[in-house]
RNA sequence: GGAGAGGUCGCAUAGUGGUCUAGUGCGCUCGCUUGGAAAGCGAGUAUGGCGAAAGCCAUCGCGGGUUCGAAUCCCGCUCUCUCCGCCA
């Protein structure tokens, strides 16, 4: 969630800022928020001015009830109430919330003090209810809406209205020439037979996929590299849940806007998780962290379950797109002065396992109009594949500043002043396996239709050197 | 899945309808005291919302209900613990 109070007092910046975004949905869920928030903050002083005169009258009430005497404290007090309770009253009428209502400027002059206050409290429960409801009404709009509002883009990002303006950055790394026609990996892995697609479907039906032998070995290798690659770049590692309930899904910001993205057990109220990133970001929901213990670095290997139901008929072929795959995720909370300089340090340390491989790839900075839901600023990794000449997305890497934090209640204690903060959050892929093996098979794709290990992972493979 | 016990401030506890504006102890912070420290004494010590501020409002696991009034009574949910059952 972005900040209200930002929404408030600088709405043109925030709507200049999510025009970048080319979401002209989220756009026209500004003014209706601001209008909401009128309304809300209306009711919250009208609300609140009545509840202060009536629990200033039960106090009366308590004090008459509890003793016989009325003392000086007790007299005080009683005044007070009955100030208020005037004004609650000067309020109602003007509100029209009751016509010839009638509080009595001293509720105690009469005979009946007691019963005189008992009737004026009687009224007021009710009127304050019904300002409750009101608020619970308008409440309830206002938290629907902020949920749909997408995070801001930080000033560096490129403008730009889609994917096709991501700015590449140099290409690192050799990449592959042939002698021979190069083959698309579904072609490598099915001479190999280290991927089933056949029995893959049958299982699980479309997008399903079996990796069998060396090819289920070869994943093993990389997960195995990717969380060496993880702890030499101080990231501690977690294993996590693989099924969250529903307000973590709220948390991390896949919902309400990508509900029919992940799957769910009806029976027992969970959702699978489509990236370790939900889990990650949840472990510290509703805490407050000491600046001292930032900034934290998690990673953890989880199956990533996602429906893909929007791309169905895309990239069918192989396993570029499918419904599940491991992942390594790396993930940090910072405090907001050091977020950005952490984002960098995030894609290096995404970029250093690619290096590792040996396989070409490139770093791409997202604009405005790709950045999706969360992120503020993001850089995609992609790896050239040579069989299908494709440049293979391995890794997003995010910084989402205060966005989860806000969403999931994460906040941390400065040493300089009690003020409590949000945290900022950062998300990358580190990496996941699927497009990587692909990359593998296709540009280390040799004549014979063998492939070659890359050095880093045969310690990880008993010493192969090739697959074949 | 069944039975029972519980969830109160950072921790531990008190609190069975109204002086609860949630007390006390521990811990922590500041001050006094001291040559210095400890002890002792004093003050402070949750989160959020509204407000220019004073201040007010909300929160005793969550949500409903009863009541003029709920930490307290009732209902539902949830989580933790103990025992039974099942189980890699």
């Not at 010839?100 to 409290?121: H, N, Q, R, S």
């Not at 699978?272 to 000491?290: K, S």
């Not at 009690?418 to 990358?428: A, D, E, I």
């Not at 692909?438 to 090739?466: C, F, K, S, T, W």
Request: aromatic share 8%.
């Amino acid at each position: 969630m972005i900040d209200i109070a930002l929404i408030r007092e600088k709405p043109d910046w925030v709507k200049a800022q999510i025009g970048k975004l080319n979401d002209p949905a989220a756009l026209e869920r500004i003014d209706r928020i601001l209008e909401i928030d009128k309304q809300r903050r209306t009711l919250i002083g009208e609300g609140e001015t009545l509840q202060a005169a009536r629990n200033k009258l039960n106090k009366a009430y308590g004090m008459l009830r509890g003793s016989k005497q009325i003392d000086e404290r007790m007299k005080a007090a009683i005044a007070a109430a009955a100030t208020i309770a005037i004004e609650a009253r000067d309020f109602e009428l003007a509100n029209g919330y009751m016509s010839g209502a009638t509080i009595p400027a001293d509720v105690t002059a009469g005979e009946k003090p007691l019963e005189t206050l008992l009737e004026a409290m009687g009224r007021m429960g009710a009127w304050v209810e019904g300002i409750n409801e009101q608020l619970k009404t308008v409440d309830a709009a206002f938290d629907e809406e902020m949920l749909w509002v997408p995070n801001l883009p930080h000033e560096s990002v490129p403008v730009a209205e889609n994917d096709s303006f991501n700015i590449p950055g140099t290409v690192e790394g050799l990449i592959p020439e042939f002698d021979f026609t190069p083959k698309p990996h579904w072609e490598i892995a099915a001479a190999l037979d280290i991927i089933d697609f056949e029995r893959g479907i049958k299982l699980a039906g479309s997008r399903g996929y079996i990796l069998k032998g060396l090819g289920a070995q070869l994943q093993r290798a990389l997960i195995t590299l990717f969380l060496e690659n993880a702890r030499e770049h101080g990231f501690t590692e977690l294993y996590v849940p693989n099924f969250v309930r529903e307000e973590s899904m709220f948390g991390s910001g896949q919902f309400p806007k990508f509900r029919d993205a992940v799957y769910f057990d009806a029976d027992a109220d969970v959702y699978m998780l489509p990236t370790a990133e939900v889990a990650i970001t949840n472990m510290h929901r509703d805490e407050i962290l000491d600046e001292t213990q930032l900034p934290l670095y998690y990673a953890a290997q989880t199956p990533c379950l996602r429906r893909e139901r929007m791309s169905a008929g895309r990239d069918v072929r192989g396993i570029k797109r499918v419904h599940q795959f491991e992942k390594v995720e790396l993930y940090k909370f910072t405090s907001p002065e050091t977020s950005y300089a952490e984002l960098e340090s995030l894609v290096e340390a995404a970029s250093a396992v690619i290096r590792k491989l040996g396989l070409p790839f490139r770093r791409l900075e997202i604009v405005t109009g790709d950045l999706g839901f969360s992120a503020t600023k993001k850089y995609d990794l992609e790896i050239f594949a040579a069989g299908s000449g494709e440049w293979l997305e391995v890794s997003s890497c995010s910084n989402t500043e205060d966005f989860q934090a806000r969403r999931a209640n994460i906040k941390y204690r400065p040493d300089e002043g009690k003020r409590t903060r949000f945290v900022h959050t950062l998300n990358g892929s580190g990496l996941a396996t699927p497009r990587v093996m692909i990359a593998i098979l296709e540009n280390y794709q040799q004549a014979d239709g063998r492939v070659i290990v890359p050095e880093a992972l045969r310690p990880y493979m008993g010493g192969l050197e090739v697959i074949g």
